[in-house]
């Protein structure tokens, strides 16, 4: 399982190349509601849909007490984004 952050699903849209990322076999790629959020270009917003519907990428919300709390203290410290609070929050959370 791999969760993604914005900037790396922004870099793989921006080049047109997402299927690269989400095409590695033998990986489940998530990315928090978060992320989703910031992708807020229309034509990178439909391309991560496709992904989504596809059932190559998959949405996922940071809802378990842990990862709250884990998001709770990273936000609080303010270095980093929404995105980057809530992936890294689950992938601690998640192992």
């Given at each position: 399982?791999?969760?993604l952050?914005?900037?790396v699903?922004?870099n793989?849209?921006?080049?047109?190349?997402?299927d690269?990322?989400?095409g590695l076999?033998?990986?489940?790629?998530?990315?928090t509601?978060?992320?989703?959020a910031?992708?807020?270009e229309p034509?990178?917003a439909?391309v991560l849909?496709g992904?989504?519907?596809?059932?190559?990428?998959?949405?996922v919300r940071v809802?378990a007490?842990e990862?709250?709390?884990a998001?709770?203290r990273l936000?609080k410290?303010?270095?980093?984004?929404l995105?980057e609070?809530?992936a890294?929050a689950?992938?601690?959370?998640?192992?």
């Amino acid at each position: 399982m791999l969760i993604l952050d914005t900037s790396v699903l922004l870099n793989f849209l921006r080049v047109g190349r997402l299927d690269l990322l989400v095409g590695l076999p033998g990986y489940e790629f998530l990315m928090t509601d978060h992320v989703r959020a910031e992708v807020t270009e229309p034509a990178h917003a439909e391309v991560l849909r496709g992904a989504v519907q596809g059932a190559r990428l998959r949405e996922v919300r940071v809802d378990a007490d842990e990862e709250v709390a884990a998001f709770g203290r990273l936000m609080k410290e303010r270095v980093l984004g929404l995105g980057e609070c809530s992936a890294l929050a689950m992938a601690v959370c998640r192992g």
